[in-house]
């Protein structure tokens, strides 16, 4: 019989839980920035250590972590705000991004922008902005970039909203990508994720109004989050399962 071991993990990252652990420095400051799918109801006050993280994938991924690394000690952050676009993490950038330092940031940004009729190039120099700066002020800096996706639920069920925001969500992907290549980001493709995710189960599963995650959707993004990290930055020797 196949141990779980050496199953292969499919498109929902079962058995995904296996992985070698990240190689990140101790104590390093693990900052989230994004909108609505990374605040998801985060308190502001930090003091507060049973909220401040919200409760999207960056509240999963902090639990994860801290139990499996507790001698790595990292510190986590979310500064998601609901209706951003990247237009707005620009103007915030230094106070939510640069004045907190640290050493791996994850970026998901996009969804609002499409609906507010954002054009790709617009969307991509505002992107490359923030990211020019983040990279000047650490070169050392591990960077994460994560696609914007929809899936036809909710309020994209129709065929013309759907067509519309896949569209355009498209074109900002591509953009992401591009990004990523340029400034040595690790690159997760999350709409292609939830488009397997959604072969397996309904694309309402996942996504109750097409563009925000239940918590089965956070748990997909962390998930697949922790795979890719540990793809690149990863220790093979020490595993946990």
Known sequence: MMSKEDMPIDALGRNGYRYPMPVFKKSSRMLFIGDSIT?????????DRNHYLGHSFVFLLASRLAVDMPEAQLDFYN???????????????QEDAIDMNPDVLTVLIGVNDGGRDVSPEEYEADYHHILKRSRDANPDLKLILMDPFVLQSGSLSGKGAWNCWQAITAAYRKRVARLATEFDALHIPLQD?????????????????????LPQGHELIARHWLMAVNARWGNEREVRQ
């Not at 605040?39 to 003091?47: A, G, V, Y």
């Not at 500064?79 to 620009?90: C, H, K, P, Y």
């Open 39 to 47: 605040e998801m109801n985060r308190w502001l006050n930090e003091n």
């Open 79 to 93: 500064r998601g705000i609901s209706g951003n676009t990247v237009a707005d993490l620009r103007n915030r950038w």
């Open 193 to 213: 994720l939830f488009d397997s995710a959604a072969r397996i189960a309904p694309a309402s599963h996942w996504l109750w109004d097409g563009m925000h995650p």
